[in-house]
């Protein structure tokens, strides 16, 4: 069993990673920004750190041979150039997702490194190897970034992706992009319900900042100075969304599928959920994920956000078989909301056309 003074390293380590969200409707003023549907909390990094030292929750432990290898698959994404006609999408690992289509390669929140933390050497420390590294991946026209955490903002990263993507970051941001060395003209920065179009030699692709109930930070003294956000892109004949990290209400994602009318996939986080009575405001957990499947009107969705970082208490392989039960009872059929094994490619046929 680890101990105490490794537990404290671990929880310094993970500042932005797991603490609750002193929660300001979004704004723009340079204030800090917040949640409009959930109370504000106090106590941040602090209240993280009792209740993981000192709560009663016992973290579960991951033992590959006690308890299975997390599943992985061989990637099958399409080379450059191959102009799809049903999207393409492989999960890389944890939040990062290949989505291909129509020649144009969109990546979600690209975390490939072996620790998300500030530190190399300390941390939640990667339980599953990502499906491709950064010189394996095609030549990336799109990323979205849902938030600044170490573990769906990695600087290794990005500065392997470097100027070749465009970026497309929540308010805020673009000046850490800078100093990462990614051109300011590559950077479009983003406030909820903002909308853009990057016109590509293949296709036009429209991206949104949709709404989503998290936090910001990357240290002790800038909480919710950036904001947070969720992602709908639409190409002509197929749009997905992307949930990034977020807690769940009964407004934001209603609004989201009224106002798009759907999507043909949903990419939603279902894992980082116990605690339930200190991580509900700001990660969901199954049964609400399939919530969010519904409010927005997914025809499709996709499970993420579990099987690579041991961030929370709950087993690290439970998330799925938490999901697939409450999609279950949910009266969804099996393929409606799955997971894959990392590396694993499925292809989607268009339902929905802007």
């Not at 949930?243 to 759907?262: A, H």
């Not at 998330?319 to 909301?337: K, M, Y």
Request: charged residues 20%; contains cysteine.
């Amino acid at each position: 069993m680890p101990s105490r003074r490794a537990l404290l390293l671990t929880a310094t380590a993970t500042i932005a990673l797991a603490a609750c969200a002193t929660t300001v409707v979004e704004a723009r003023d340079g204030a800090r920004f917040s949640n409009p549907h959930i109370e504000a909390r106090s106590g941040g990094f602090f209240a993280y750190l009792r209740m993981r030292l000192f709560g009663d929750d016992v973290w579960a432990s991951y033992d590959p041979v006690r308890d299975g290898p997390v599943p992985v698959a061989t990637p099958a994404a399409v080379s450059d150039g191959t102009v799809t006609v049903n999207a393409t999408v492989t999960w890389i690992g944890h939040s990062t997702v290949l989505v291909q289509h129509r020649g144009v390669n969109v990546l979600t929140d690209p975390m490939l490194s072996d620790y998300a933390s500030p530190l190399p050497f300390a941390g939640p420390r990667r339980q599953s190897a990502p499906a491709l590294e950064a010189d394996q991946l095609p030549a990336i026209d799109v990323v979205v970034i849902s938030h600044d955490h170490y573990d769906h903002l990695d600087v290794k990263t990005i500065r392997a992706l470097g100027n070749r993507p465009h970026y497309y970051v929540p308010l805020g941001l673009a000046s850490w992009m800078v100093r990462q060395g990614i051109d300011r003209d590559r950077v479009t920065e983003m406030g909820w319900w903002d909308r853009t179009t990057l016109d590509l030699a293949h296709a036009s692709v429209e991206i949104t900042a949709t709404p989503s109930q998290h936090f910001s930070g990357r240290s002790l003294t800038d909480r919710n100075r950036t904001l947070w956000a969720s992602w709908a892109i639409r190409w002509q004949d197929f749009s997905l969304w992307f949930g990034g990290d977020t807690g769940y209400n009964p407004v934001q994602f209603k609004e989201i599928g009224q106002r798009f009318g759907g999507f043909d996939l949903g990419i939603v986080p279902i894992g980082a959920y116990r605690p339930r009575d200190f991580m509900a405001p700001v990660h969901v957990d199954p049964s609400e994920a399939v919530l969010i499947h519904r409010d927005i009107g997914a025809h499709r969705s996709l499970g993420v956000h579990w099987g690579t970082f041991i961030l929370t208490a709950e087993p690290l392989l439970e998330p799925p078989v938490a999901l697939a039960r409450a999609a279950a009872e949910a009266g969804l059929a099996p393929e409606t909301f799955t997971t894959f094994a990392v590396g694993e490619t499925r292809s989607f046929t268009p339902q929905t056309a802007m």
